[in-house]
């Protein structure tokens, strides 16, 4: 049998997929990152299956979309045992270890990786059994975050607590690796190939960056400053006013800060991609994926933080390179999801898909060998209520029973501005996309 190759997953948290150099922004520095596009494939419409930490990253792990896997809401988690691509490579003989953040909440901290490493092991209290409700309502406080519009005006130049949990993880997976493949105290050899996920919070807020980071990024910022809100209910939820929430300057200044953070993220998967080949790897022999679990509207459209499935929140980046490619840069524009991973995954490696999972290998498209067959179509969920369904260039949007449907065509509105739900020319594919709607069990 071939022997199956390594794999690198970097993942990042919030990173809005046009804040990198490959996708044309001249402002941000992400040299590793373009690099990486530059020998791989970068995916421009890939979107994640749910625009919010959790429910994204359990949804990507397991191959399915959130109804599908039971983990529809913030603070939900996969059930214990339940098939991730960490498990199944796990169950095929490779080494799978995560470094930072997984985010899982419940009592599997495990979900199919052999070792763990950082600081991200974490109960939360409500899958604690047997719990004193009593002793949990009077000592238990919760952990309320700051407004979106505090959020902004405490931006700028520091360290911020996910720059400190990142510093351990890179950290931890440096250690790692010199182990792994030096051992030089036992000097044992690694035959078993090699799943290693290095998962950073960055540049999920509190927004802070390095001084000189942020000198660098201030005066050349773009910040969204005149963005005309949506007037749907959902869509305009969480609206920072410039002038009014925050001042002009104080947005100018946690943009910035965003963009340092991204930098930030550049700078440490540079890191460990060192450290791998001072311990003698040559990363043409592996195959890398960088993604995020959702983007970051930064304003756009007058909103900040994720949740909407406008493309600044609910579109990712997405590059794989694999062994050979380099050299060889390849955009892929049909639509994708990172629930396609987890087939992805297992096509590469040669292993064995389960049944029931919402995944495509993505390979037939990185080679292209598609011919016009791919299923041109991408689904985002939120909170239990909200779906979306994008097919083509056109983005159906359904909010329940009691707001208005949305849906926006992006080769005449890249802008997300109009929605064109009403129109007559439109009828028929509205149509079909509230029959996929029922299809996946929303509006019944």
């Excluded at 250690?175 to 290693?196: G, V």
């Excluded at 849906?407 to 009828?427: C, K, Q, S, T, W």
Aim: with cysteine.
């Amino acid at each position: 049998m071939k022997k199956r190759p390594n794999i690198l997953f970097l993942m990042s948290d919030e990173h809005r997929a046009d804040v990198a150099g490959y996708e044309g922004n001249a402002i941000v520095r992400t040299p590793f990152l373009d690099e990486l596009a530059a020998r791989g494939t970068a995916f421009s419409h890939a979107y994640t299956p749910s625009p919010i930490c959790i429910p994204g990253r359990q949804s990507m792990m397991a191959g399915q979309f959130p109804r599908h896997c039971g983990c529809e809401v913030y603070g939900e988690d996969l059930a214990p045992g339940h098939m991730t691509f960490s498990r199944r490579l796990s169950q095929y003989g490779y080494q799978t270890v995560a470094c930072g953040k997984l985010h899982h909440y419940g009592p599997d901290q495990m979900q199919g990786w052999i070792e763990r490493i950082g600081n991200d092991t974490k109960v939360a209290p409500s899958f604690i059994p047997h719990r004193s409700m009593e002793d949990f309502e009077k000592l238990h406080r919760p952990m309320n975050k700051w407004s979106d519009a505090k959020e902004i005006q405490r931006a700028g130049i520091g360290k911020g607590p996910v720059v400190e949990k990142d510093e351990y993880t890179v950290q931890g997976a440096i250690q790692f690796i010199n182990h792994y493949f030096n051992s030089p105290y036992y000097d044992r050899e690694q035959d078993a190939p090699l799943l290693l996920k290095v998962s950073l919070v960055q540049p999920h807020y509190p927004y802070l960056t390095s001084e000189e980071k942020f000198n660098y990024y201030l005066n050349r910022v773009q910040p969204y400053l005149s963005e005309k809100p949506s007037e749907h209910p959902f869509l305009a939820e969480r609206q920072v006013v410039p002038g009014a929430d925050a001042s002009e300057r104080e947005i100018r200044r946690a943009t910035a800060a965003y963009y340092g953070m991204v930098e930030t993220v550049d700078d440490m998967y540079r890191r460990v991609v060192s450290a791998l080949e001072h311990a003698g790897q040559s990363m043409d022999d592996w195959v890398i994926i960088y993604t995020s679990d959702h983007g970051e509207m930064l304003g756009e459209h007058g909103i900040w933080e994720k949740q909407k499935f406008y493309e600044g929140s609910v579109r990712v980046p997405l590059l794989i390179a694999l062994p050979g490619q380099s050299g060889q840069r390849k955009v892929v524009d049909e639509n994708v999801n990172l629930c396609d991973l987890f087939a992805t995954l297992c096509d590469i490696t040669d292993i064995p898909m389960p049944d029931d999972l919402d995944s495509r290998s993505l390979l037939p498209l990185m080679h292209g060998e598609e011919d016009g067959d791919w299923d041109n179509e991408s689904v985002s969920q939120f909170g239990g209520r909200n779906l979306m369904i994008k097919r083509d260039e056109l983005k159906y949007q359904y909010y329940g029973p009691h707001m208005p449907e949305v849906l926006f065509d992006l080769a005449e509105d890249p802008g997300e501005l109009e929605n064109v739900i009403e129109h007559r020319r439109y009828a028929e594919r509205v149509a079909e996309f509230r029959r996929r709607r029922k299809e996946l069990r929303f509006g019944l």
